[in-house]
């Protein structure tokens, strides 16, 4: 017998299952916006995860995740949909948002999808909302208390899923850092005892010094990254989205590298053209991925190497490059240049570092709908690019 209603149970129920056992929290996500759509019968559906800390809301996964698409893009409590959920607790239709003053224009503009009708529900775990599911533009009719059920029933399995795997993430995250906390400790203990023995020349007491004053360096940059990586992997990483400028951030970059380019004897060549079309996203966080690859190109470059910063428009994106003439990386250490704390052997004898400014650039530049990769031939340089979509004049905010 036919029951539409009996199979999307059925389907709940099976995605219910699937999604316990999904530990990658991007993964999980999008599977969960995938079934919010199938079983209420949407065209789209989005996630957002909340942070009680900020009492902020963002943006995390969508079905119709185009290029444009920001993830992390903050979203206010106050006076938005998503936001009236959180507060209430409680599922919300709309079945016209456009004249509703709470919905938030922002994600719409960002995403370039329009939305009609809406239905969303908090996500609740242990009695605290962790975010909101929402199930957009009903493909016929209207949003009715069957969805509501079964939306419910859905973000009640995604709500401990979710759960889970960001325990999971900072599980494994927490070990990876402990384990890598050894070798500087290890290193300031060695030194600290041997600057006690009274027999220890003045240059190896100098040397000493130099290598506790390094290594606390090293573990203050760590802590550093390794919050900056929480805080992307665990999908709470705050986004301040707009418009912006490429060059002006290419150009401060190389303003605030010109230093240690110098320093080491180096020389920057540029082709930024004077026009890009304008980027949507977080200006400081690019600025973030930039510096970093500026710095990667300085610290592993030959001496009297060169370093060529270049931008151009292709397609869809604008691409940017940086190219050093440094020795290279064997093709057998390609793959693992993007996770985190990996460093190509023999990288401690050249240059101070942690092995986590990669695996940063590429978090952050997926969450822009872009994507980074490194091309290198061994013995000649090496160079990383990264490539940004960029929206139409006319999809932007005013
Ligand atoms: N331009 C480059 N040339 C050669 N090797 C590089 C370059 N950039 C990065 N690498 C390698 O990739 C590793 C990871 O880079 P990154 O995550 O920025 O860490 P870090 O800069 O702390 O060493 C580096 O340790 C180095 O081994
Ligand atoms: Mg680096």
Do not use: W
Not at 118 to 126: A, F
Not at 215 to 243: I, N
Not at 292 to 316: F, H, M, Q, W
């Amino acid at each position: 017998m036919d029951n539409p209603l009996l199979d999307r149970y059925i389907r709940m129920v099976e995605v219910s299952r699937d999604i316990a056992s999904i530990l990658d929290l991007d993964v999980l996500l999008f599977r969960v916006v995938q079934a919010a759509a199938d079983v209420t019968e949407a065209t789209a559906a989005s996630i957002l995860l909340y942070d009680e800390s900020n009492n902020q809301l963002y943006f995390q996964a969508s079905t119709n995740l185009d290029s444009h698409v920001m993830r992390g893009l903050v979203v206010p409590v106050k006076g938005s949909l998503a936001g009236t959920i959180v507060t209430s607790r409680e599922p919300l239709i709309v079945q016209d948002t456009d004249t509703d003053p709470r919905h938030f224009e922002g994600i719409g503009q960002t995403t370039n999808f329009d939305t009609s009708s809406l239905l969303g529900v908090p996500l609740i775990h242990y009695g605290k909302v962790i975010g909101v599911l929402e199930a957009l533009n009903k493909r016929d009719g209207t949003f009715n208390a069957e969805d509501i059920e079964l939306l419910s029933g859905l973000g009640a399995q995604a709500a401990i899923a979710i759960e889970n795997a960001r325990l999971f993430q900072q599980s494994d995250l927490i070990s990876e850092m402990v384990h890598e906390l050894r070798t500087p400790l290890a290193s300031i203990n060695t030194a600290a005892h041997l600057l006690m023995r009274p027999e220890i020349s003045a240059d190896q007491r100098s040397m000493m010094t130099e290598t506790i004053q390094k290594e606390t360096q090293r573990l203050s940059e760590m802590a550093t990254s390794f919050l900056d990586l929480a805080r992307l992997e665990s999908g709470r990483s705050q986004f301040q989205v707009h418009p912006f400028e490429l060059r002006p951030i290419l150009l401060d970059s190389i303003n605030v590298m010109q230093g240690r380019i110098t320093q080491k004897g180096l020389s920057l060549e540029q082709s930024i053209p004077d026009e890009l079309p304008l980027l949507h996203g977080d200006a400081d966080k690019i600025k973030q991925v930039v510096l970093n690859l500026l710095s990667n190109a300085i610290k592993y470059n030959r001496p009297d190497g060169v370093i060529t910063l270049t931008c151009r428009v292709e397609d869809e994106h604008v691409l940017c490059a940086v190219e050093d003439t440094g020795r290279g990386i064997l093709p057998e250490h390609m793959q693992g240049l993007f996770q985190k704390f990996y460093r190509v052997p023999g990288s401690e004898q050249i240059a101070e570092g942690t092995g986590l400014g990669l695996s940063i650039c590429k978090k952050i530049i997926e969450a822009h709908g872009g994507e980074i990769k490194a091309d290198s031939e061994p013995g000649v340089g090496t160079t990383f690019s990264f490539v940004l979509p960029y929206s139409s004049p006319e999809t932007l905010p005013a």
